[in-house]
C-alpha cells in the first residue's frame, strides 16, 4: 500500500486541473523508515550505520511504463550502503525529489522566513530543518521571492540557511527483514509498488492514474490540458453522452487544492433550455477536448436527474471534485 504526499497531491492535481505543468526530478532519492512517515516524512528514518539515502535517476530504464493496471513499479534494483552497524527492522520506504536549500531570517515565536530572495525550488509542503527551524516544521505557503511560512514556529532568530525537501510517496515494504552490520539491504525491482486508489467506477480513469504516474516515476512526458471539459451521461453502464440539441460539453476552472482535493470554482451550465426530457441523466466525466479526447475523470452523479424540457442542466460551485490519495 501507498500514499501520495500533501504537497504531490496539490501538484497533481494542479497538472491535470488548472493547466499548471508539474516538472519531475531528475532524481528520486529512495530512503527507509521503521516507523510510517506519513504525509511529510519528517520522523522514523533509519540513521546510523552508515545509512544514506539512494538517489536514482529518473528515466525509463528505472521505471518501466505504468500497468494496464494503473500501477508503477522500480524496474531496477534500489541498492542501499553497506551497514556499518545494525539498522533495525525498516518496514517503510518514501520516496523524495532532489533536496534544495535556500537562506532567510527568522524571529523566534514567528512562523515567517522572511528575506527569501529565490523561492523557485521551494514548493508547499517541504519538511524544513535549519538553524532556529523547529523539528517538523514544513512549508505551509509561499510569496514569490520575499517569505515563506512554516506550519511551526522557529526557535531561534537571525540569519538562517535552510534545507527544504518534498516527500513524493511512501508506502510499506512488501518483506520488512532486520538488517545487521555488513547487511547491503535494497529494494528489489518490482518491489516497491504505487498505485492511485479509487472506488469501482468512480474517480481517476486509467488514463490519468498512468499518465501522471509516468510523469512521477520516470519522467515520462505529459502536457497539461490546456482546458478541461465536463460531460454527462444517460445510463449506467459505458457513457452514452447525452444527445440534447441544447447541449454542448462546457469548459471547467478549478479552484487551488486543498488537502489533496480540487472543485469547480464557477457554475457550470451544460444546455439551454432542454429541447427534449431524453434521461435520466446518471454520470459525469472531465475530459481533455470539447469533442473526443480522452477522459481524465469520471463517476456517477449524486442523484439521476431527467431535466424537463425547458429547463437547463447545471452544476453548483463545487459540486465536481476531484480527490488524489
Known amino acids: 500500500m501507498s500514499a501520495l504526499s500533501d504537497a504531490l497531491e496539490t501538484s497533481l492535481l494542479n497538472h491535470l486541473l488548472r493547466a499548471t505543468a508539474y516538472t519531475p526530478a531528475t532524481a528520486l532519492h529512495f530512503g527507509l523508515f521503521l516507523t510510517d512517515p506519513g504525509e511529510s516524512g519528517v520522523s522514523g528514518e533509519v540513521s546510523g550505520g552508515s545509512y544514506a539515502r539512494v538517489a536514482v535517476t529518473n528515466n525509463s530504464t528505472s521505471f518501466g511504463l505504468a500497468s494496464n493496471i494503473a500501477g508503477k513499479s522500480n524496474a531496477i534494483d534500489i541498492v542501499f550502503p553497506e551497514a556499518t552497524a545494525a539498522w533495525g527492522t525498516p518496514k517503510f520506504w518514501a520516496v523524495y525529489e532532489t533536496p534544495t536549500s535556500f537562506t532567510g531570517t527568522t524571529t523566534s515565536g514567528n512562523a515567517t522566513i522572511a528575506s527569501v530572495a529565490d523561492t523557485s525550488a521551494i514548493k508547499v509542503g517541504m519538511a524544513l530543518s535549519g538553524t532556529g527551524i523547529a523539528a517538523g516544521a514544513t512549508v505551509v505557503s509561499i510569496v514569490l521571492n520575499t517569505s515563506v511560512t512554516m506550519s511551526l514556529v522557529a526557535t531561534a532568530s537571525g540569519t538562517v540557511s535552510i534545507a527544504g525537501e518534498q516527500m513524493l510517496v511512501h508506502g510499506a515494504l512488501l518483506s520488512p527483514r532486520y538488517v545487521a552490520t555488513g547487511d547491503t539491504p535494497k529494494i528489489a525491482a518490482g518491489a516497491m509498488s504505487v498505485s492511485f486508489g479509487s472506488l469501482t467506477g468512480i474517480g481517476l480513469t486509467d488514463y490519468a492514474k498512468s499518465k501522471l504516474l509516468d510523469l512521477v516515476f520516470g519522467a515520462y512526458a505529459f502536457t497539461p490540458p490546456t482546458t478541461v471539459y465536463a460531460a454527462v451521461a444517460t445510463g449506467l453502464t459505458g457513457f452514452t453522452e447525452w444527445t440534447d440539441s441544447s447541449y454542448t460539453r462546457q469548459a471547467v476552472t478549478f479552484g487551488a487544492p486543498s488537502g489533496g482535493v480540487s472543485s469547480n470554482s464557477g457554475v457550470i451550465t451544460m ?27 469520471s463517476g456517477p452523479l449524486s442523484s439521476a436527474r431527467t431535466i424537463p424540457v425547458g429547463d437547463s442542466c447545471k452544476f453548483a460551485i463545487g459540486s465536481i471534485s476531484c480527490t488524489l490519495q
Open 271 to 297: 444546455s439551454g433550455a432542454v429541447v427534449s426530457s431524453i434521461g435520466p441523466l446518471t454520470q459525469f466525466q472531465l475530459l481533455d477536448s470539447a469533442t473526443v479526447g480522452n477522459a481524465l475523470l
